[in-house]
């Protein structure tokens, strides 16, 4: 399997971290990193990381389906993630998750027929002082409204 | 970057440095006492680095409050296997967010604390287990470790001295069981997060079962301050047997929710109204989760408590780590309840029974409470099914989920019963 140049040295950097013989503790970050270039965790790249770490492709497999970030079927270019955990649940985080449903027409964990959005409900992030909080992609959004979130949509829209 | 104003209340001694420019910096680091700490601990024996983290009376900022000197103490110097500092940067407990800003403004503070826990056990090896979503902490820390091998903080000989130790960040993808130290070891080694069964403890058999010293972000990061003005002047700060400041995360009905350092001790009361500046709205208080989702709720009447880990153990709750979730008098306290046991039974990672099928009941039980459709053996039953995996998982996460549960029910049992009645009736 051809990596990007910066996968590759990611991939490389990872395992000259752990000592000789312990290469299988770079699966999680090797799948996460790979996943965000590829947008899933593909069969290929289960192999890749397993090849690469010396384990077989069912024991990278069995990892993959315990970690909630990671997925198979590819997301939509922005993820938008809303949290309704307590704090957030406080701060009218589960009116902003349902106005986020309404608003793209998908429910949890689906995309957007044009494969621009998707959006997923998900548990505490670490936001819990500037609820509510949501993350598109990797990106924190602090106390977020329904017409805050409308604006952002209608940003990332026009970015495309 | 700050994201809520400071309080004039606070005591900043893990904080000092936030809100100065580029305080990521080894540059600002430097200039504002940055591995001071670390100069005076490598001319030190580990006994005296032991010694003054004992006398800190510093107590693991995760959640156990378990002393932080002692668990050091615990790993066995003299072992012939190679030694591991592994640091929990995998904040998920609800109500939560300190380390983020720990590391986010003073990465530089972590990493000397790792050097002096690895001075300390004689350990050259270090990783700080960062969870998924702090994508840019880990570019942070990679940018700081980067600046201090350039400086000769990390690598070989530090300092031109003899010890060397190289720092790592691990990124998790996704798991709130990988907080606790025995899964998320396991995750460390490329593996599902399941717990361990202990003992042994990982201070003997960690990290490919070698000795490992793992504590929370911000127990490593009080360590420069403690070595530096020394463990007696930080247990000064804080009350008996509980030393020092922490960071309390205040969230939920409060005018001015935000992370905030405080003597550990302060009255839960007084942060609420004047560090948080009183519920939101005028409205009157109901109740206080005062460390995280595990920790047992307090009614209004029992938050006149000092914020320690001992006076919390007293009224049956925890302190845990420093999540503090206000809710005024209109809350429904079924629907917290329901939302708190949807999260335990989406993150139960299904290793110990009790917890697998006790978390993913009480949620069936506690959403058709919480919806109306509830029926009168249903509010004994929550506490049956909670009773019944107290003390019976191989972590504390099956803990976790009960607790909180048999103390919502106890003290707001009729709400529980107006909910009998069809829908959200509570009486606020």
């Not at chain 2, 360590?223 to 002047?233: S, T, V």
């Amino acid at each position: 399997m051809t990596l990007s140049a910066e996968l590759e040295a990611r991939f490389e950097k990872l395992l000259k971290s752990y000592p000789p013989g312990r290469e299988r503790s770079a699966v999680v970050p090797m799948l996460l990193y790979a996943q965000d270039e590829l947008g899933a965790v593909t069969a290929e790249l289960v192999k890749e990381v397993a090849r690469r770490t010396g384990i077989t492709p069912l024991q990278v497999d069995e990892v993959v389906t315990y970690y909630s970030m990671l997925h198979r079927q590819p997301l939509g270019k922005h993820h938008i993630q809303v949290c309704t955990n307590i704090s957030c649940l406080l701060s009218g985080g589960a009116e902003l998750w349902g106005h986020a449903c309404r608003k793209l027409g998908i429910g949890n964990k689906e995309v957007t027929a044009d494969g621009q959005f998707s959006i997923e409900e998900v548990e505490c992030i670490g936001a819990c002082s500037w609820a509510p909080a949501v993350q598109v992609n990797y990106e924190f959004q602090h106390q977020m409204t329904p017409e805050k979130l409308d604006r952002l949509i209608e940003s990332l829209r026009k970015a495309g | 970057m700050l994201y809520n104003p400071p309080s004039p209340l606070e005591v900043k001694v893990l904080t000092r440095r936030f809100g100065l420019a580029n305080s990521a910096s080894l540059e600002t680091y430097l200039a504002n006492d940055g591995y001071v700490a670390l100069r005076k601990a490598l001319a030190m024996t580990p006994e005296q680095i032991l010694e003054e983290m004992k006398a800190s009376n510093l107590r693991g900022r995760g959640g156990a409050g378990f002393p932080t000197g002692m668990k050091w103490g615990f790993v066995p110097r003299n072992s012939s296997k190679p030694k591991y500092v592994v640091v929990n940067a995998d904040e998920s407990e609800p109500g939560t967010c300190k380390d983020r800003l720990l590391i986010e403004n003073d990465p530089h503070q972590l990493i000397e604390g790792m050097l002096i826990a690895g001075l300390a056990v004689d350990a050259h090896v270090g990783y700080i287990y960062v969870r998924g979503e702090y994508r840019y902490l880990i570019e942070i820390l990679e940018c700081a470790i980067a600046e201090a091998y350039a400086r000769g903080y990390l690598g070989r000989n530090i300092l031109g001295g003899e010890f060397s130790f190289d720092a790592y960040v691990h990124t998790g993808a996704g798991a709130y069981e990988c907080g606790e130290e025995s899964a998320l070891l396991e995750s460390l080694e490329g593996k599902r997060g399941i717990p361990r069964i202990r003992p042994p403890f990982p201070a003997v058999a960690g990290l490919y079962q070698c000795p490992t010293v793992l504590n929370n972000v911000e127990s490593y990061a009080a360590a420069p301050a403690i070595l530096r003005d020394g463990g007696a002047a930080f247990a000064a700060l804080g009350t008996p047997k509980n030393g020092g400041t922490r960071l309390y995360c205040l969230s939920g009905h409060v005018n001015k929710p935000g992370v905030y350092e405080l003597p550990m001790g302060f009255n839960l009361l007084r942060m609420i109204e004047e560090v948080g500046g009183g519920v939101r709205g005028g409205k009157k208080l109901k109740a206080v989760i005062p460390g995280g989702s595990s920790c047992p709720v307090l009614k209004a009447e029992e938050c006149d408590i000092a914020m320690d880990f001992d006076s919390l153990a007293k009224a049956k709750s925890m302190l845990g780590s420093g999540g503090v979730v206000v809710m005024d008098a209109d809350t429904c306290m079924v629907r917290a309840a329901m939302r708190i046991m949807r999260f335990y039974a989406h993150e139960s990672c299904g290793w110990c029974i009790p917890c697998r099928e006790g978390t993913l009941w009480l949620k069936k039980i506690l959403t058709r409470l919480e919806e109306g459709g509830g029926v009168a053996s249903d509010i004994p039953l929550i506490g049956e099914l909670s009773r019944n995996m107290l003390g019976r998982t191989f972590c504390p996460l099956g803990d976790a989920a009960a607790m909180p549960t048999i103390a919502f029910v106890e003290k707001f049992r009729e709400e529980f019963e107006a909910h009998l009645k069809g829908g959200c009736q509570c009486p606020s």
